[in-house]
């Protein structure tokens, strides 16, 4: 029963029918503070990421990262029964702040959808109807590869892929501590983020968000999100990427620190409604 119920929790039509029945009914929330980040706190920490990345030696690599955030992340087996793998946030994050990426397939809210959401427990739904389709193999996965590659602008790639390993990677073996360097952007494991049960309360809430313009071209391929659509229009001047589009900015889903959490693992809630950063 709590494989069913989980599943069901990450089921895009089961999303789409609870939000469209929530809209019609008067909701009483939960945290009368809803966390809205700063908006230029996050415009910076995710430029000064991206750029620290960008900077390392090795490709790929999370040990890195603690340096400059305060934490580092690690997929391992859930404290959950019978959840599979979760993600551990490994030091400390104050509430309010950036914790993951939630990667995957950027699909416009005009695009079809029913197709890809079949078997899929990855699928998230944003406040416009855009989803972000966070499942790495099966048609999502093809799909999700075959897009960077068609999208590829020189030498650049517009999106990473390496996320998609953790698919493939032997659970029972921790990713994310200084001798497993699989993921390029050690942030990008959203997707695996378990649900909030009692007495495991979130601790993380997702959040939408445009990136900013004035990330560099060859910082992109760190980006676990690509538009399935394809780019709208470019400005790769100087070489930076403006996306133009009916959503200011390429759409992504950030994971942000509902408290201050210490040495813990992650919890979001699948069915919260996403926070916005447009007023």
């Known amino acids: 029963m709590g494989l069913i119920k989980e599943y069901l929790h990450r089921l895009y039509p089961y999303q789409l029918l609870r939000l469209l029945l929530s809209s019609r009914t008067p909701q009483k929330s939960k945290n009368s503070s809803p966390i809205t980040p700063c908006p230029a706190h996050l415009d910076s920490t995710l430029l000064a990421l991206l750029s620290h990345l960008t900077k390392q030696a090795q490709p790929r690599g999370s040990c890195s990262i603690s340096t400059l955030l305060g934490f580092n992340l690690v997929v391992r087996t ?15 994050v104050e509430q309010g702040s950036l914790v993951a990426f939630y990667p995957g397939l950027i ?5 079809p959808k029913l197709l890809p959401s079949l078997g899929n427990r990855y699928a998230l739904r944003m406040t416009d109807g855009t989803v972000i389709d966070g499942k790495a193999t099966g048609i999502s996965g093809w799909n999700y590869r075959s897009i960077v590659r068609r999208d590829r602008i020189g030498p650049y790639a517009l999106a990473d892929t ?4 953790l698919a493939r990677h032997d659970p029972s073996k921790d990713i994310g501590d200084s001798s497993t360097n699989v993921l390029r952007n050690p942030l990008a494991v ?3 983020v378990n649900n909030a049960t009692s007495p495991n309360e979130a601790n993380v809430t997702y959040y939408e968000y445009s990136l900013h313009p004035s990330v560099p071209l060859a910082s992109r391929h760190l980006l676990p999100n690509i538009r399935s659509s394809g780019v709208k229009e470019g400005d790769f001047s100087k070489g930076q ?3 133009r589009s009916p959503r200011t900015g390429l759409p992504l ?3 942000i620190a509902t408290r201050d959490i210490r040495d813990e693992e992650l919890y979001s809630t699948y069915m919260e409604p996403i926070t916005s950063s447009s007023p």
């Open 253 to 255: 889903v950030l994971l």
């Open 241 to 243: 990427l403006t996306i």
């Open 162 to 165: 390496t996320w998609m390993d």
């Open 190 to 192: 959203g997707q695996l």
């Open 78 to 92: 859930s404290r959950i029964p019978q959840a599979g793998r979760g993600v551990f946030l490994n030091g400390h």
């Open 107 to 111: 699909l416009d809210p005009w695009e």
